[in-house]
């Protein structure tokens, strides 16, 4: 089994040596397959994010699926490390958040029981769902007030996917049902 640490400084330096012509070709694919997620599972609202330090760029699946009747929801990051969503409106409506992150910023808070499906960036993720962030563990706090039915799909790179139980996690770890990459989706879900 590796460990957070190892894995999180690994991932994170094959991430960052990405070029950009990778990470946009990636991104393309990855936004396609999440698009039709999506119109597969009739989602109504959901959660994206703003790509950070070489992330999949979801940002390429907002404009497929905004004209959709989709609410799009991104995460603003405050202080203590809590999230909570906005409704996206549009790209000139960003401000940076507390960790300088583009986010939505208006008068209501998006009800996290309202969201359908969450799409969440990871340093790497395993074939049974388990997930290794930054190590603030704000998704695992904002995704235990989710509906018991919402599905969490991590966002990712292919060389970001561990085997099954192959990376280590903590008690509060939230697992993913499924996860996206450029060579398709994997599901999660039977070992949840």
Not at 71 to 100: H, M, Q, R, V, W
């Amino acid at each position: 089994m590796y460990s957070k640490i190892t894995v999180r400084k690994d991932m994170l330096s094959k991430r960052l040596n990405l070029k950009n012509d990778e990470i946009i070709y990636c991104s393309n694919i990855v936004s396609n397959y999440i698009q039709s997620f999506i119109k597969q599972m009739a989602f109504k609202s959901v959660a994206f994010y703003m790509s950070i330090k070489n992330e999949v760029k979801i940002e390429f699946a907002d404009d497929k699926v905004k004209y959709e009747n989709i609410k799009i929801n991104l995460p603003y990051c405050k202080k203590n490390s809590d999230i909570c969503f906005y409704k996206f409106k549009d790209a000139e409506t960003l401000i940076k958040d507390n960790y300088g992150i583009l986010s939505p910023k208006c008068d209501q808070e998006t009800d996290v029981g309202s969201i359908d499906a969450f799409f969440i960036p990871g340093l790497a993720f395993d074939r049974a769902g388990n997930r290794i962030g930054y190590g603030k563990g704000c998704y695992d706090k904002v995704l235990t007030e989710s509906k018991k039915n919402s599905i969490f799909a991590g966002v990712c790179y292919n060389f970001q996917i561990y085997n099954k139980n192959e990376i280590e996690t903590a008690q509060n770890d939230i697992k993913m049902h499924y996860l996206i990459c450029e060579k398709g989706v994997v599901n999660c879900s039977e070992d949840i």
